[in-house]
């Protein structure tokens, strides 16, 4: 939103500042241009007032031209130096020498013309008097008063008009004086005022010319001036129109690219969080919107965030407790259907256990009357039978141990202790002397809070397992200690190991891989273990061994840990 605002304003002040620079430069050089014609306006009355002056040839109209002069001089000389740098240094400079010269020369053309008063008063006068002297008839008789007073006319020409034909016709009229009367003194000194004339018209016609030369030169360099400044104003407004034409291409062709770039960019942030929106609706909700600062969608994203914070850990604490629902799910089924084998046991291990007797008695009473008369394959049949019965009897053990189910007596004891005592007591019915047993424990001492008689026939099964899965032969290697407050305790053999198959069934009664057993040694562990509120696991490895891991927690089962 930020940037869809910032930029058109930008846009807008930047075409304002050169809008705003863009007239004042056209201001500026109008100002020069009125300058140009101001300068030039006051050179024509200049011209004019020359014209006057070339015309009347008198002081009076020198004055005039010359105050106008000073005018223009004036005029020139006020402008600062500043616009004189940007109309044209060099044009100012060459206008006011220009002006210099052209006064200097308008005075000297003054005083030129004051001489040729003076040189045609002369010229009146010796005319005059070379009439008289022709009219005196004392000169030579080709000079007649007629060529007198047709060279007085041409004079009169020549003065009026002052043009090539009539100086040439004076000058030949003048050639046939001197031809005609080479030796007259009145002809020499008319003949001598008129070449007189004839210089001092010479002189000023070349001053008028220099004259008119710098006059033009003021009108080209104030034509110049006033041209350059309307060429550049043209030049701003071409210039200008190139650049608007210029400005609305680019606004046709890059003003939709634009607007769309800058749409896209403030409705991306909406789009992420749309994005992140799906995925979480489909069940991944880790993501989080990206949060950006000055984003116009940053405290829309905080609030989506923690919304999904809240989420996350309700949906983490529903999880814990659907784990654990389902988890005491299967341990109330377990419990079930360990109930229902127990009663079943129980009830089988009842009926069996008075003919069980009744059998175990007889064939001990008739193995104690046997005497040496006793044929050896009946004596072989009673041992036989009273060894099978004492097999029964401890499967008919088993089935009531697991079957009674009691509650644990928890009472103080030394867990290293209750180790050693179960391996020893295993020792009474399982041959061992082949088996390296080793107990390593973290302390000296881990007092527990357990049933001593349950957890040393957990002990006992444990060993018992690990010793016939070593074939009696082999390493078992009891760990004890403390672990984040829990008591742990691992059993591991160097027996042959259990395939997958066999460790996923291995708590379950009945389930067994050996010829004679009952599947019900690791079934009572199971209970045991979890009536004390503890976990047992299992990993094993073909080949290599099997690890039992039992975890007791210590809250209710360490004294002084």
């Known amino acids: 939103m930020i940037i869809g605002i910032a930029i058109p304003s930008l846009i807008v002040i930047l075409g304002g500042l050169l809008s705003y620079e863009y007239l004042n430069n056209v201001k500026k050089r109008q100002g020069f241009v009125q300058i140009a014609d101001n300068l030039k306006e006051q050179l024509l009355e200049v011209r004019r007032n020359e014209k006057n002056f070339l015309l009347h040839k008198d002081e009076q109209y020198y004055k005039y031209c010359q105050d106008a002069l000073n005018v223009f001089s004036n005029s020139v000389n006020s402008i600062s130096s500043e616009i004189v740098v940007e109309i044209g240094k060099d044009d100012f400079l060459l206008l006011r020498n220009s002006i ?16 040729e008063t003076d040189v045609i008063e002369k010229v009146r006068e010796e005319g005059r008097r070379l009439e008289n002297y022709v009219a005196a008839r004392s000169h030579t008789r080709e000079l007649s008063t007629d060529f007198i007073l047709n060279l007085r006319r041409l004079e009169k020409n020549y003065m009026l008009f002052r043009d090539k034909n009539s100086f040439s016709r004076l000058e030949s009229a003048l050639s046939q004086l001197k031809n005609i009367t080479p030796f007259c003194i009145e002809c020499s000194q008319y003949t001598d005022s008129i070449e007189n004339l004839f210089s001092i018209y010479q002189k000023s016609d070349s001053m008028v010319n220099d004259l008119q030369v710098i006059g033009g030169k003021l009108e080209e360099i104030t034509n110049r001036i006033a041209n350059g400044e309307r060429q550049k104003i043209n030049s701003f407004i071409n210039k200008t129109q190139r650049n608007l034409l210029l400005a609305l291409v680019l606004l046709c062709t890059l003003g939709p690219l634009f607007v769309y770039k800058t749409a896209n960019l403030i409705v991306a942030p909406i789009k992420r969080l749309a994005q992140i929106t799906r995925k979480i609706s489909d069940g991944d909700i880790s993501l989080r919107a990206p949060i950006r600062e000055h984003d116009e969608t940053y405290l829309l994203a905080n609030s989506f965030n923690s919304m999904l914070d ?48 009744n059998i175990y008695t007889t064939a001990q009473r008739l193995i104690k009357k046997s005497g040496d008369e006793c044929p050896p394959y009946i004596k072989t049949g009673l ?179």
Do not use: C, W
């Open 100 to 115: 210099q010269t052209y006064s200097s020369l308008i005075y000297a053309l003054l005083r030129n013309y004051e001489q």
């Open 310 to 357: 809240h989420l996350q850990l309700t949906q983490e604490s529903l999880e814990k407790s659907m784990e654990l629902l389902q988890e005491k799910q299967a341990q109330l089924i377990e419990t079930k259907k360990l109930a229902s084998i127990g009663t079943l046991a129980s009830g089988v291990a009842h009926e069996l256990n008075n003919p069980l007797n």
């Open 383 to 561: 041992n036989d039978i009273f060894s099978q019965t004492m097999r029964v009897k401890k499967i008919v053990g088993d089935l009531l141990e697991f079957a009674r189910g009691r509650e644990p007596q928890m009472r103080e004891v030394e867990l290293n202790n209750l180790i050693t005592a179960a391996y020893k007591q295993l020792g009474n019915s399982v041959r061992h002397e082949n088996v390296k047993f080793t107990l390593n424990s973290g302390r000296d001492e881990i007092p527990v809070l357990v049933d001593p008689e349950q957890m040393e026939q957990v002990f006992i099964n444990l060993f018992a397992n690990a010793i016939d899965a070593m074939s009696g032969e082999g390493s078992l290697t009891v760990n004890t200690g403390l672990d984040s407050g829990t008591v742990k305790i691992t059993v591991s053999d160097t027996g042959k190991g259990m395939p997958r198959e066999t460790i996923e069934k291995v708590f379950e009664p009945f389930f067994t891989t050996k010829d004679k057993g009952t599947g019900l040694g690791l079934a009572i562990v199971f209970n045991i273990v979890q009536k004390h509120n503890g976990q047992i696991s299992v990993e094993s490895e073909e080949g290599k061994g099997t690890t039992f891991t039992i975890t007791l927690p210590g809250k209710n089962n360490i004294v002084g840990g």
